[in-house]
């Protein structure tokens, strides 16, 4: 039997100590109500966000890929060699692909995911295509505190792509970066997509495509704590809203009562009035001076920026001082 050289080491970097039903109720129990985003991703909700990322009308996806294959060479460079490159929210860790292919001297990649046998799968898929490159697959919420391996690298560098920094609320942001600075110490890189502020129309067809994937992302929740936490939502008597509120700089994601209704989950009960939301999503929007100044604040020197011609989509190289 002929093997496969694998160079893969697995670690776990946190424990989720999240209690999914007292989060979410809590959420539910609050005015506004509100659900953390973060719960759109189980099995049928990443299969719809993958659907939505191929919509015609979702422009941040293609372009920031748009941009990493343009400039890999150059954000190659401004990793250096004898950097390890960390990614945040890997998933199938198919964006690295992009900038692999311009750092054949790369020596540790550390995947970082919260959804172990996912990373775990990913990691290897990976390490197969790429015998050399020494992975790392850390299984971690990496917006909390976590372990890190050993690495032989000297200086560490963050790939945080796909604008999910937008999903932050803007103490969380901070937050964020401050702890991404501390993890990598005076020198480090952090290579991060930032998704641009632009003609409102642009922002709101992105998030109400014509064949309704992002409404059944959204209601897909709905699906979720119905099958999970002994629920009983209707969905037809929800309804898909998202739109870009200017002055707060983001698209909101909310699910609309249809009724007035009673709702049961597990052993609790909700009452919703006719128009009353379930906030399920901030998408924050930047510019480029608004991104750099927060950066900045949190100990981060901007060195080079990368966009699309429309200037849609931004990928920020930044080192922490
Ligand atoms: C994965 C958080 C970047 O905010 O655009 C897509 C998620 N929500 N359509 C985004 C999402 C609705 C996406 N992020």
Redesign the pocket.
Known sequence: MKTVKQNVHYHIGNENETDMYSEILNGLKSMPKSIS?KY?YDKKGSEL?EA?TMLRE?Y?TRTELFILNKYKYEMADAVGTDSALIEFGSGSSEKVRTLLEAMSDLKEYVPIDISKDFLYQSARALSIEYPDLNVHAVSADYTAEFEMPKLDSKRKVVFFP???I??FEPHEMGKFLKQTAELLRPGGGLLIGV?LKKDHAVLNA??NDKKGI?RD??KNLLNRLNRELLANFKLEEFSHH?FYHAEKGR?E?HLVSLKDQMITIGNEEIAFEEGETIHT?N?YKFTIEEFHEIAGLCGFTPKKVWCDEKRWFSMHFLEVR
């Open positions: 985003p759109f966000f939505i979702y941040p796909g604008s999910t937008g999903n998704d992105a998030y992002t992302f959204n998202a698209v994601m999503e998408s």
